[in-house]
């Protein structure tokens, strides 16, 4: 038997018969699956990469507060404008 680029190639009494596997197909369609999901993931990560950073600081003044004894913002308090897109 010899392999020539994915095909089989039985020698001798059968003389060139031609054998394909269907593996390697469905193995590419799983593989390109997940490729895509990992794209997808990664522009999702990207286009709510401000939004998800603005949470997270909005979640440690609360903490900070929290342990200072206030129940919410000082009063006149004003979240800074730092973690906008567009400047």
Known sequence: M????????LLGTESRKVLRSEAPCKNVLKIRQR??????????????????????????L?????????????AGWQTPKIYLKGK
């Open 2 to 9: 010899l392999r020539k680029s994915n095909h089989w190639i």
């Open 35 to 60: 490729k895509m999901n990992h794209h997808k993931h990664r522009k999702l990560v990207k286009r709510t990469r401000f939004l998800r950073q603005k949470i997270k600081f909005e979640r440690d």
């Open 62 to 74: 609360r903490r900070i507060w929290l342990k200072a004894g206030l129940k919410e913002a000082p």
